[in-house]
Protein backbone atom coordinates (compact mmCIF):
# COMPACT_ATOMS: atom_id res chain seq x y z
CA UNK A 1 0.00 0.00 0.00
CA UNK A 2 1.51 3.68 -1.10
CA UNK A 3 0.78 4.77 2.46
CA UNK A 4 0.50 8.68 3.00
CA UNK A 5 -1.47 8.71 6.35
CA UNK A 6 0.88 7.17 8.77
CA UNK A 7 4.50 9.04 8.37
CA UNK A 8 3.82 10.63 12.08
CA UNK A 9 3.21 14.22 12.52
CA UNK A 10 5.53 14.65 15.60
CA UNK A 11 4.85 9.11 18.13
CA UNK A 12 -3.45 -11.29 15.97
CA UNK A 13 -4.17 -13.76 17.65
CA UNK A 14 -5.60 -17.15 16.73
CA UNK A 15 -9.68 -16.56 16.13
CA UNK A 16 -9.27 -14.81 12.83
CA UNK A 17 -9.57 -18.12 10.95
CA UNK A 18 -12.72 -19.24 12.92
CA UNK A 19 -15.51 -17.03 13.60
CA UNK A 20 -14.95 -14.21 15.69
CA UNK A 21 -17.89 -14.45 17.60
CA UNK A 22 -20.16 -10.54 18.81
CA UNK A 23 -18.32 -11.49 22.77
CA UNK A 24 -19.00 -7.78 23.93
CA UNK A 25 -22.09 -6.58 24.92
CA UNK A 26 -24.30 -4.29 23.10
CA UNK A 27 -24.83 -0.44 23.83
CA UNK A 28 -27.51 1.97 22.54
CA UNK A 29 -25.37 5.59 22.97
CA UNK A 30 -28.42 6.78 24.57
CA UNK A 31 -29.06 3.96 27.27
CA UNK A 32 -25.12 3.92 27.68
CA UNK A 33 -24.41 7.56 28.66
CA UNK A 34 -23.46 8.00 31.47
CA UNK A 35 -24.17 11.33 33.95
CA UNK A 36 -20.25 12.47 32.97
CA UNK A 37 -20.15 16.31 31.09
CA UNK A 38 -18.99 17.30 28.12
CA UNK A 39 -15.18 17.61 27.84
CA UNK A 40 -12.80 19.57 25.99
CA UNK A 41 -9.81 18.19 24.29
CA UNK A 42 -6.98 20.04 23.06
CA UNK A 43 -4.18 19.04 20.27
CA UNK A 44 -2.41 20.42 17.93
CA UNK A 45 -3.13 18.67 14.90
CA UNK A 46 -6.02 19.14 12.31
CA UNK A 47 -8.86 17.03 11.18
CA UNK A 48 -8.18 17.25 7.51
CA UNK A 49 -11.36 15.43 6.00
CA UNK A 50 -14.02 14.24 7.46
CA UNK A 51 -15.37 12.07 4.24
CA UNK A 52 -13.53 8.62 5.47
CA UNK A 53 -12.34 8.25 1.25
CA UNK A 54 -10.20 11.02 1.53
CA UNK A 55 -8.83 11.45 5.46
CA UNK A 56 -5.36 9.38 6.10
CA UNK A 57 -4.25 11.46 9.42
CA UNK A 58 -4.09 10.87 12.48
CA UNK A 59 -6.64 13.62 13.34
CA UNK A 60 -9.56 12.56 10.30
CA UNK A 61 -9.24 9.20 11.69
CA UNK A 62 -9.73 10.15 15.43
CA UNK A 63 -13.02 11.24 13.93
CA UNK A 64 -13.74 8.37 11.99
CA UNK A 65 -13.00 6.40 14.73
CA UNK A 66 -15.92 7.93 16.88
CA UNK A 67 -18.23 8.94 14.48
CA UNK A 68 -18.33 5.87 12.21
CA UNK A 69 -19.00 2.22 12.43
CA UNK A 70 -16.51 -0.20 11.37
CA UNK A 71 -17.56 -4.41 10.63
CA UNK A 72 -14.78 -5.02 13.35
CA UNK A 73 -12.90 -2.43 16.31
CA UNK A 74 -10.12 -2.76 18.66
CA UNK A 75 -11.24 -3.18 22.18
CA UNK A 76 -9.29 -1.25 24.57
CA UNK A 77 -5.58 -2.86 24.65
CA UNK A 78 -6.40 -5.23 22.03
CA UNK A 79 -4.43 -6.08 18.94
CA UNK A 80 -7.10 -8.70 17.81
CA UNK A 81 -10.00 -7.10 16.32
CA UNK A 82 -13.64 -7.98 17.19
CA UNK A 83 -16.94 -7.44 15.81
CA UNK A 84 -18.67 -3.75 15.93
CA UNK A 85 -21.21 -3.13 13.46
CA UNK A 86 -20.39 -6.90 12.50
CA UNK A 87 -22.44 -9.71 14.97
CA UNK A 88 -19.40 -12.31 13.63
CA UNK A 89 -17.26 -12.23 10.66
CA UNK A 90 -15.33 -15.18 9.84
CA UNK A 91 -12.27 -15.87 6.54
CA UNK A 92 -12.73 -19.40 4.51
CA UNK A 93 -10.99 -20.17 1.43
CA UNK A 94 -7.17 -19.88 2.78
CA UNK A 95 -7.97 -16.69 3.86
CA UNK A 96 -9.50 -15.57 0.38
CA UNK A 97 -13.35 -15.24 1.21
CA UNK A 98 -14.19 -12.81 4.31
CA UNK A 99 -17.64 -12.93 5.18
CA UNK A 100 -19.28 -10.74 7.72
CA UNK A 101 -22.97 -10.83 9.43
CA UNK A 102 -24.35 -7.28 10.10
CA UNK A 103 -26.08 -6.96 14.11
CA UNK A 104 -30.22 -6.30 13.68
CA UNK A 105 -31.32 -2.17 14.22
CA UNK A 106 -28.10 -0.88 12.78
CA UNK A 107 -29.07 3.01 11.78
CA UNK A 108 -27.12 5.76 10.98
CA UNK A 109 -27.43 9.11 12.71
CA UNK A 110 -30.25 10.38 10.91
CA UNK A 111 -32.70 7.06 11.37
CA UNK A 112 -31.29 6.27 7.72
CA UNK A 113 -31.51 1.59 8.48
CA UNK A 114 -27.26 0.59 8.10
CA UNK A 115 -27.44 -2.58 6.14
CA UNK A 116 -24.85 -4.61 3.71
CA UNK A 117 -25.45 -2.04 0.59
CA UNK A 118 -24.02 0.62 2.63
CA UNK A 119 -20.87 -1.46 3.78
CA UNK A 120 -20.05 -2.71 0.11
CA UNK A 121 -20.94 0.86 -0.99
CA UNK A 122 -18.52 2.28 1.41
CA UNK A 123 -15.80 0.10 0.28
CA UNK A 124 -16.23 0.70 -3.64
CA UNK A 125 -17.12 4.48 -3.04
CA UNK A 126 -13.62 4.29 -1.21
CA UNK A 127 -11.51 2.37 -4.05
CA UNK A 128 -12.75 4.30 -6.68
CA UNK A 129 -12.57 7.47 -5.80
CA UNK A 130 -8.87 6.91 -4.91
CA UNK A 131 -7.99 10.21 -3.06
CA UNK A 132 -4.38 10.25 -2.81
CA UNK A 133 -4.95 11.67 0.48
CA UNK A 134 -7.29 8.50 1.59
CA UNK A 135 -7.25 4.81 2.52
CA UNK A 136 -7.67 3.52 -0.40
CA UNK A 137 -4.15 1.28 -0.62
CA UNK A 138 -5.38 -0.28 2.42
CA UNK A 139 -8.04 -1.75 0.41
CA UNK A 140 -5.86 -3.32 -2.30
CA UNK A 141 -6.69 -6.60 -1.52
CA UNK A 142 -10.39 -6.10 -2.34
CA UNK A 143 -11.25 -8.07 -5.67
CA UNK A 144 -14.89 -8.13 -5.35
CA UNK A 145 -17.59 -7.65 -2.79
CA UNK A 146 -21.18 -9.09 -2.69
CA UNK A 147 -24.21 -8.73 -0.26
CA UNK A 148 -26.47 -12.35 -0.27
CA UNK A 149 -28.77 -10.22 1.85
CA UNK A 150 -29.34 -7.35 3.89
CA UNK A 151 -27.36 -8.31 6.82
CA UNK A 152 -24.76 -10.22 5.26
CA UNK A 153 -21.51 -9.06 3.21
CA UNK A 154 -18.83 -11.42 1.72
CA UNK A 155 -15.14 -10.15 0.66
CA UNK A 156 -13.52 -12.09 -2.16
CA UNK A 157 -9.79 -10.97 -1.99
CA UNK A 158 -7.12 -11.31 -4.68
CA UNK A 159 -4.42 -12.95 -2.85
CA UNK A 160 -4.55 -14.42 1.15
CA UNK A 161 -4.47 -11.92 3.26
CA UNK A 162 -5.05 -12.61 7.02
CA UNK A 163 -4.43 -8.80 7.91
CA UNK A 164 -7.89 -8.13 6.39
CA UNK A 165 -9.85 -7.69 9.39
CA UNK A 166 -7.46 -6.02 10.87
CA UNK A 167 -7.46 -3.11 8.07
CA UNK A 168 -11.17 -2.97 8.00
CA UNK A 169 -11.02 -2.25 11.85
CA UNK A 170 -9.38 0.87 10.89
CA UNK A 171 -10.71 4.03 9.58
CA UNK A 172 -10.28 2.54 6.20
CA UNK A 173 -13.30 0.21 7.43
CA UNK A 174 -15.42 3.57 8.04
CA UNK A 175 -19.20 2.90 6.89
CA UNK A 176 -20.93 5.48 5.58
CA UNK A 177 -24.32 6.25 4.15
CA UNK A 178 -25.03 5.31 0.71
CA UNK A 179 -27.87 8.24 0.88
CA UNK A 180 -25.39 11.03 2.01
CA UNK A 181 -22.38 10.27 0.06
CA UNK A 182 -21.85 10.35 -4.24
CA UNK A 183 -20.15 7.38 -5.15
CA UNK A 184 -17.73 9.03 -7.49
CA UNK A 185 -16.54 11.98 -5.16
CA UNK A 186 -15.78 13.38 -2.01
CA UNK A 187 -18.49 15.07 0.35
CA UNK A 188 -17.01 18.76 0.69
CA UNK A 189 -19.42 20.43 3.14
CA UNK A 190 -17.74 19.17 6.26
CA UNK A 191 -20.74 16.91 7.53
CA UNK A 192 -20.54 13.54 8.39
CA UNK A 193 -23.22 11.19 9.05
CA UNK A 194 -21.87 7.26 10.89
CA UNK A 195 -23.21 5.33 12.82
CA UNK A 196 -20.88 5.39 15.92
CA UNK A 197 -20.98 6.26 19.43
CA UNK A 198 -20.44 10.10 18.66
CA UNK A 199 -22.22 12.28 16.04
CA UNK A 200 -20.52 15.65 14.42
CA UNK A 201 -22.79 18.30 15.17
CA UNK A 202 -19.94 21.19 13.60
CA UNK A 203 -16.67 20.93 12.18
CA UNK A 204 -14.22 24.43 11.30
CA UNK A 205 -10.61 25.58 11.49
CA UNK A 206 -10.63 25.93 15.34
CA UNK A 207 -12.95 23.15 16.91
CA UNK A 208 -14.99 19.95 16.12
CA UNK A 209 -17.63 19.34 18.25
CA UNK A 210 -19.24 16.39 18.84
CA UNK A 211 -22.40 14.57 20.82
CA UNK A 212 -23.37 11.70 22.06
CA UNK A 213 -25.70 9.50 19.31
CA UNK A 214 -28.45 7.67 20.70
CA UNK A 215 -29.18 5.67 18.10
CA UNK A 216 -26.22 4.21 18.53
CA UNK A 217 -25.81 -0.16 18.62
CA UNK A 218 -22.20 -1.36 18.94
CA UNK A 219 -19.83 -2.21 21.85
CA UNK A 220 -19.10 1.04 23.48
CA UNK A 221 -20.31 2.57 26.52
CA UNK A 222 -20.17 6.15 26.36
CA UNK A 223 -19.18 7.71 29.48
CA UNK A 224 -19.19 11.40 28.72
CA UNK A 225 -22.07 13.74 27.25
CA UNK A 226 -20.25 14.99 24.48
CA UNK A 227 -16.63 15.72 23.02
CA UNK A 228 -15.15 19.13 21.77
CA UNK A 229 -11.97 19.39 19.95
CA UNK A 230 -9.69 22.62 19.98
CA UNK A 231 -7.14 22.57 17.41
CA UNK A 232 -4.04 24.50 18.34
CA UNK A 233 -2.44 23.97 14.87
CA UNK A 234 1.10 23.29 15.77
CA UNK A 235 1.09 25.77 18.39
CA UNK A 236 2.26 23.86 20.96
CA UNK A 237 2.72 26.37 23.54
CA UNK A 238 -0.73 28.00 23.43
CA UNK A 239 -1.67 24.36 24.49
CA UNK A 240 0.20 23.98 27.62
CA UNK A 241 -1.22 27.76 27.82
CA UNK A 242 -4.36 26.42 27.53
CA UNK A 243 -4.11 23.99 29.82
CA UNK A 244 -2.31 25.61 32.22
CA UNK A 245 -5.38 28.04 32.28
CA UNK A 246 -7.98 25.63 32.06
CA UNK A 247 -9.82 26.71 29.13
CA UNK A 248 -9.19 23.02 28.21
CA UNK A 249 -9.81 19.44 30.07
CA UNK A 250 -7.26 17.49 28.47
CA UNK A 251 -4.08 18.17 26.06
CA UNK A 252 -3.48 15.39 23.73
CA UNK A 253 -1.35 15.16 20.37
CA UNK A 254 0.51 18.27 21.07
CA UNK A 255 2.89 18.88 24.15
CA UNK A 256 6.73 18.64 23.54
CA UNK A 257 8.88 16.02 25.12
CA UNK A 258 9.92 18.99 27.10
CA UNK A 259 6.71 20.15 28.54
CA UNK A 260 5.45 16.29 29.95
CA UNK A 261 8.81 15.95 31.75
CA UNK A 262 8.35 19.48 33.55
CA UNK A 263 4.61 18.52 33.86
CA UNK A 264 5.59 15.32 35.40
CA UNK A 265 7.82 17.12 37.36
CA UNK A 266 6.10 19.80 38.72
CA UNK A 267 4.45 20.43 42.11
CA UNK A 268 2.49 23.20 40.82
CA UNK A 269 1.05 21.28 38.44
CA UNK A 270 0.13 18.70 40.70
CA UNK A 271 -1.20 21.29 43.11
CA UNK A 272 -3.67 22.37 40.00
CA UNK A 273 -4.62 18.95 39.78
CA UNK A 274 -3.00 18.41 36.20
CA UNK A 275 -2.11 14.83 35.88
CA UNK A 276 0.04 12.89 32.93
CA UNK A 277 -1.30 10.40 31.79
CA UNK A 278 0.90 7.64 29.95
CA UNK A 279 0.22 4.88 27.35
CA UNK A 280 1.82 2.31 25.28
CA UNK A 281 2.03 3.69 21.31
CA UNK A 282 3.58 1.71 18.06
CA UNK A 283 4.47 5.24 16.65
CA UNK A 284 8.31 5.13 15.30
CA UNK A 285 11.10 7.10 13.97
CA UNK A 286 13.72 5.44 11.51
CA UNK A 287 17.00 6.86 9.48
CA UNK A 288 16.33 6.40 6.05
CA UNK A 289 19.02 5.72 3.89
CA UNK A 290 19.10 6.50 0.35
CA UNK A 291 20.51 3.48 -2.11
CA UNK A 292 21.26 5.52 -4.43
CA UNK A 293 23.59 7.95 -2.86
CA UNK A 294 26.80 8.16 -3.16
CA UNK A 295 28.28 8.34 0.24
CA UNK A 296 25.43 6.33 1.78
CA UNK A 297 24.81 3.58 -1.08
CA UNK A 298 28.30 2.21 0.43
CA UNK A 299 27.77 -0.36 2.93
CA UNK A 300 30.65 0.02 4.85
CA UNK A 301 29.13 3.99 5.58
CA UNK A 302 25.91 2.72 6.71
CA UNK A 303 27.46 0.36 9.22
CA UNK A 304 29.85 2.63 10.81
CA UNK A 305 26.40 5.00 11.54
CA UNK A 306 24.82 2.20 13.14
CA UNK A 307 27.35 1.45 14.77
CA UNK A 308 27.66 4.92 16.07
CA UNK A 309 24.46 6.33 17.20
CA UNK A 310 23.54 5.99 20.93
CA UNK A 311 19.59 5.78 21.22
CA UNK A 312 19.84 5.96 24.88
CA UNK A 313 21.50 9.78 24.87
CA UNK A 314 19.14 10.27 21.98
CA UNK A 315 15.62 9.45 23.61
CA UNK A 316 16.90 11.06 27.12
CA UNK A 317 18.55 13.81 25.97
CA UNK A 318 16.21 15.23 22.92
CA UNK A 319 12.98 13.49 23.87
CA UNK A 320 13.28 13.84 28.09
CA UNK A 321 12.20 9.49 28.35
CA UNK A 322 9.27 10.23 26.14
CA UNK A 323 10.70 7.68 24.07
CA UNK A 324 12.49 4.57 24.09
CA UNK A 325 14.94 3.03 22.42
CA UNK A 326 14.40 0.48 19.23
CA UNK A 327 16.57 -1.67 17.45
CA UNK A 328 13.50 -3.33 15.72
CA UNK A 329 11.68 -2.53 12.48
CA UNK A 330 8.59 -4.12 14.64
CA UNK A 331 8.39 -2.21 17.77
CA UNK A 332 7.66 -3.53 21.35
CA UNK A 333 4.09 -4.38 21.64
CA UNK A 334 3.62 -6.23 18.25
CA UNK A 335 4.41 -10.11 17.67
CA UNK A 336 8.03 -10.28 15.78
CA UNK A 337 9.63 -7.30 17.87
CA UNK A 338 13.26 -8.73 18.19
CA UNK A 339 16.51 -7.00 18.94
CA UNK A 340 18.40 -7.65 15.62
CA UNK A 341 19.94 -4.42 15.03
CA UNK A 342 21.35 -4.23 18.79
CA UNK A 343 22.18 -7.92 18.38
CA UNK A 344 23.95 -7.00 15.31
CA UNK A 345 25.42 -3.03 15.75
CA UNK A 346 24.67 -2.49 19.48
CA UNK A 347 25.18 1.44 20.69
CA UNK A 348 28.38 3.47 20.50
CA UNK A 349 31.26 1.61 19.02
CA UNK A 350 33.22 4.02 17.81
CA UNK A 351 36.39 1.41 17.13
CA UNK A 352 34.03 -1.23 15.21
CA UNK A 353 32.46 1.72 13.18
CA UNK A 354 36.52 2.91 12.37
CA UNK A 355 37.13 -0.63 11.76
CA UNK A 356 34.12 -0.78 8.50
CA UNK A 357 35.08 2.34 7.32
CA UNK A 358 38.90 1.05 7.25
CA UNK A 359 38.03 -2.35 6.10
CA UNK A 360 36.94 -0.63 2.87
CA UNK A 361 39.53 1.49 2.75
CA UNK A 362 38.06 5.31 3.76
CA UNK A 363 40.85 6.72 5.35
CA UNK A 364 39.18 10.43 4.93
CA UNK A 365 36.23 12.30 7.41
CA UNK A 366 32.61 11.00 5.81
CA UNK A 367 30.90 14.34 4.27
CA UNK A 368 26.97 13.92 4.94
CA UNK A 369 24.16 15.80 5.57
CA UNK A 370 20.96 14.47 7.44
CA UNK A 371 17.74 15.91 6.13
CA UNK A 372 15.05 16.74 8.42
CA UNK A 373 11.59 18.48 8.62
CA UNK A 374 10.22 20.11 11.72
CA UNK A 375 6.98 20.91 10.35
CA UNK A 376 6.06 17.55 9.71
CA UNK A 377 7.60 15.54 12.66
CA UNK A 378 7.89 18.84 15.22
CA UNK A 379 10.97 20.92 16.30
CA UNK A 380 12.62 18.21 18.22
CA UNK A 381 13.46 16.29 15.27
CA UNK A 382 16.15 18.87 14.39
CA UNK A 383 17.71 18.69 17.97
CA UNK A 384 17.69 15.11 17.51
CA UNK A 385 19.68 15.23 14.19
CA UNK A 386 22.35 17.80 15.18
CA UNK A 387 22.76 15.45 17.66
CA UNK A 388 23.30 12.37 16.11
CA UNK A 389 25.68 14.43 13.53
CA UNK A 390 27.50 15.20 16.96
CA UNK A 391 28.08 11.39 17.71
CA UNK A 392 28.86 10.87 13.90
CA UNK A 393 31.52 13.49 14.16
CA UNK A 394 32.48 12.81 17.83
CA UNK A 395 34.23 9.50 16.58
CA UNK A 396 36.60 11.39 14.25
CA UNK A 397 34.82 9.39 11.02
CA UNK A 398 32.45 12.35 10.10
CA UNK A 399 31.94 15.32 8.72
CA UNK A 400 28.03 15.39 9.26
CA UNK A 401 26.15 18.73 8.94
CA UNK A 402 21.85 19.26 9.61
CA UNK A 403 19.72 20.67 7.01
CA UNK A 404 15.89 21.19 7.08
CA UNK A 405 13.03 21.47 4.53
CA UNK A 406 8.99 22.35 4.31
CA UNK A 407 7.34 19.26 4.52
CA UNK A 408 6.32 19.62 1.18
CA UNK A 409 9.63 20.36 -0.08
CA UNK A 410 11.12 17.39 1.76
CA UNK A 411 8.75 15.05 0.22
CA UNK A 412 9.72 15.98 -3.39
CA UNK A 413 13.18 15.54 -2.68
CA UNK A 414 13.25 12.27 -1.56
CA UNK A 415 10.88 11.28 -4.69
CA UNK A 416 13.46 12.58 -6.62
CA UNK A 417 16.85 10.62 -4.93
CA UNK A 418 18.28 14.35 -3.72
CA UNK A 419 18.02 13.44 0.21
CA UNK A 420 20.99 10.82 1.37
CA UNK A 421 20.00 10.19 4.51
CA UNK A 422 16.61 11.26 6.30
CA UNK A 423 13.83 11.03 8.65
CA UNK A 424 10.75 9.20 8.40
CA UNK A 425 7.68 8.67 11.36
CA UNK A 426 4.78 5.75 11.31
CA UNK A 427 2.29 5.78 13.21
CA UNK A 428 0.59 2.03 12.34
CA UNK A 429 -2.97 1.53 10.39
CA UNK A 430 -3.16 -1.33 12.65
CA UNK A 431 -0.95 -3.20 15.10
CA UNK A 432 0.00 -6.02 13.24
CA UNK A 433 3.72 -6.63 12.13
CA UNK A 434 2.45 -6.37 8.57
CA UNK A 435 2.09 -2.72 9.02
CA UNK A 436 5.57 -2.10 9.72
CA UNK A 437 7.18 -3.87 6.80
CA UNK A 438 5.17 -4.17 3.86
CA UNK A 439 4.87 -0.45 3.40
CA UNK A 440 8.15 -0.03 3.96
CA UNK A 441 9.94 -3.09 2.01
CA UNK A 442 6.71 -4.01 0.02
CA UNK A 443 5.96 -2.58 -3.84
CA UNK A 444 5.91 0.70 -4.37
CA UNK A 445 7.05 1.24 -0.42
CA UNK A 446 6.86 4.60 1.39
CA UNK A 447 10.33 5.19 1.94
CA UNK A 448 11.00 5.83 -1.79
CA UNK A 449 14.93 4.97 -1.11
CA UNK A 450 15.80 2.40 -3.66
CA UNK A 451 15.95 -0.75 -1.42
CA UNK A 452 14.82 -3.76 -3.34
CA UNK A 453 15.04 -7.17 -1.78
CA UNK A 454 13.65 -10.21 -3.66
CA UNK A 455 13.65 -12.76 -0.82
CA UNK A 456 11.06 -10.37 1.29
CA UNK A 457 9.06 -9.18 -1.22
CA UNK A 458 8.76 -12.09 -3.34
CA UNK A 459 8.80 -14.90 -0.88
CA UNK A 460 8.66 -13.35 3.32
CA UNK A 461 6.24 -11.16 3.10
CA UNK A 462 3.18 -13.23 0.83
CA UNK A 463 4.03 -16.63 2.72
CA UNK A 464 3.52 -13.92 6.24
CA UNK A 465 0.18 -12.38 4.97
CA UNK A 466 -1.27 -15.80 4.44
CA UNK A 467 -1.17 -16.96 8.02
CA UNK A 468 -4.83 -16.48 9.73
CA UNK A 469 -3.01 -17.49 13.12
CA UNK A 470 -1.00 -14.23 13.16
CA UNK A 471 0.98 -15.87 16.04
CA UNK A 472 3.04 -18.09 13.25
CA UNK A 473 4.33 -15.09 11.44
CA UNK A 474 6.75 -14.67 14.31
CA UNK A 475 9.32 -16.36 12.45
CA UNK A 476 8.98 -14.78 9.16
CA UNK A 477 8.82 -11.61 10.47
CA UNK A 478 11.98 -12.29 12.07
CA UNK A 479 13.52 -13.38 9.60
CA UNK A 480 12.60 -10.40 7.35
CA UNK A 481 14.67 -8.21 10.32
CA UNK A 482 17.80 -9.38 10.06
CA UNK A 483 17.62 -8.83 6.24
CA UNK A 484 17.14 -5.32 6.99
CA UNK A 485 19.54 -5.52 9.76
CA UNK A 486 22.54 -6.69 7.46
CA UNK A 487 21.18 -4.65 4.53
CA UNK A 488 20.73 -1.62 6.40
CA UNK A 489 18.24 0.26 4.10
CA UNK A 490 16.92 2.27 7.32
CA UNK A 491 17.84 2.33 11.16
CA UNK A 492 15.61 2.33 13.77
CA UNK A 493 15.80 5.14 16.48
CA UNK A 494 13.15 5.23 18.32
CA UNK A 495 9.35 4.18 19.86
CA UNK A 496 6.92 6.56 21.17
CA UNK A 497 4.87 6.38 23.81
CA UNK A 498 1.83 8.41 24.11
CA UNK A 499 0.54 10.58 26.70
CA UNK A 500 -2.51 12.87 27.49
CA UNK A 501 -2.39 15.57 30.07
CA UNK A 502 -5.45 16.12 31.83
CA UNK A 503 -6.71 17.85 35.39
CA UNK A 504 -7.83 15.04 37.43
CA UNK A 505 -11.68 15.38 37.08
CA UNK A 506 -10.79 13.48 33.96
CA UNK A 507 -10.84 9.47 34.32
CA UNK A 508 -10.45 7.04 31.33
CA UNK A 509 -7.93 8.33 29.05
CA UNK A 510 -5.88 4.91 30.39
CA UNK A 511 -8.15 2.91 28.55
CA UNK A 512 -7.62 5.38 25.02
CA UNK A 513 -3.66 5.12 24.69
CA UNK A 514 -2.50 2.01 23.40
CA UNK A 515 -0.89 0.36 20.60
CA UNK A 516 -3.90 0.38 17.95
CA UNK A 517 -3.93 4.11 18.09
CA UNK A 518 -7.52 4.63 18.52
CA UNK A 519 -8.89 7.61 20.91
CA UNK A 520 -12.10 6.29 22.04
CA UNK A 521 -13.97 8.96 23.20
CA UNK A 522 -16.53 6.93 24.69
CA UNK A 523 -13.83 5.97 27.60
CA UNK A 524 -13.54 9.39 29.21
CA UNK A 525 -15.78 10.76 31.91
CA UNK A 526 -15.53 14.02 33.92
CA UNK A 527 -16.89 14.82 37.33
Given at each position: ??????????????GLAMALLGGCDLQSGGDAAESGGSIVVGMSDDVLAADPASGYDPGSWLLFNNVFQSLLSF???????????????????????????????LTFSNGDSLTSEDVKYSFER???????????????????????????????????????PSKIASGAGSIVNHREYPMNSLRKDGKAVGSGPYKLKSLDKSKAVFSVNSSYRGTARVKNSGITLDFFRGDQKKLASALQKGDIDVAYRGLTARDISRLEESTAAADK?????????????????????????QLPVRKAIAYLVNRDALVSQVYHSTATPLYSIVPAGITAHSTAFFDKYGDSQPAKAEQALRSAGITDKVKLTLWSTPSRYGPATDDEFRAIAQQLNASGLFDADVKSLPFDQYEKQIAGGKLGVYVKGWVPDYPDPDNFTQPFFGKDNVLQNGYVNDDITGRIIPDAASRAERGTTERAFNELQDHVAEDLPILPLWQGKQYAVAYDTI???????????????WEISKY
Open positions: MNIRKRWTSTPIGAPRGASTPQPEAAKSCSFSDGSRTYRCTLRDGAIRINDPGGPAPLLSTIAKITTPDARTVVFQLNVPDATFGIDVVEGTSAEVQHLVFNMKDPVVRSGLEWTLDASTVFRF
